[in-house]
């Protein structure tokens, strides 16, 4: 139980290109969603929380307008890169938890590299 | 601000020992705790949490240990094998609705054979 997936799991664009990342909640609705960013020999660092049907909540620092977040459904939460950059360039992972539960259960990653 | 750290960033040790893997966390507030593995190129993998009513659990090879008193939290593997050759991250939840971690720096643990 408590599987989170994404997609996809690599990807490569050119630099002013547009790029959207899914997580879905397997076997478990997910009222919150985050989503990560590593840096390679780095740890998590948070970027926005999401909840289904509400709009996200980013930290601060987060471009909210380049890191776009949709969380449409409890099973279903987007991320979209616009206008990517080299610095984007990183490892994305994003977590799901269901309703009262703290437990955060994280999908595999994307790693994003923009050319 | 408040963070969770690690004591060590590093740890090598021989197949079949036991691992013990630190962490220090400066939020008072914090009331849950989970120890996370990642491997290299994966999403980290959920390894055992504990609150903060409790001192001790156990689970399959690993327990983990919380001091209150000095904010220490800790994690032991037994009988190391290669396959727990990883990162391993220490995350709290200070408490809110929105069930926020914050992470700690990781720890790369890695068994020789």
């Known amino acids: 139980g408590a599987v989170v997936s994404q997609h996809p799991s690599r990807v490569i664009c050119k630099s002013g290109t547009s790029v959207k990342i899914e997580c879905r909640s397997l076997?478990?609705?997910?009222?919150?969603m985050f989503w990560y960013r590593q840096f390679p020999k780095q740890s998590l660092m948070l970027m926005a929380t999401s909840n289904e049907g509400s709009k996200a909540t980013y930290e601060q620092g987060v471009e909210k307008d380049k890191f776009l977040i949709n969380h449409a459904s409890l099973t279903l939460s987007t991320l979209t890169v616009t206008s990517a950059h080299p610095e984007d360039s990183s490892f994305y992972i994003c977590s799901a938890n269901s309703g009262g539960a703290d437990t955060q259960y994280f999908g595999p990653g994307t790693r994003l590299t923009v050319l | 601000g408040e963070s969770v750290g690690l004591h060590l960033p590093t740890l090598s040790v021989q197949e079949g020992d036991n691992s013990i893997i630190n962490c220090a966390y400066s939020n008072s507030a914090s009331d849950y705790f989970i120890w996370y593995k990642q491997e290299s190129g994966k999403g980290p993998q959920f390894i055992i949490d504990i609150r903060s009513n409790m001192d001790k659990r156990q689970g399959q090879r690993v327990t983990v240990l919380l001091n209150k008193t000095v904010k220490h939290l800790s994690l032991q593997i037994a009988a190391t094998q290669p396959g727990d050759s990883a990162v391993y991250f220490c995350?709290?939840?200070?408490?809110?609705?929105?069930?926020?971690?914050?992470f700690g720096k990781g720890t790369l643990l890695t068994v020789n054979p």
């Open positions: 076997d478990f609705q997910a009222t919150t």
């Open positions: 995350a709290e939840n200070s408490g809110g609705s929105n069930y926020k971690l914050t």
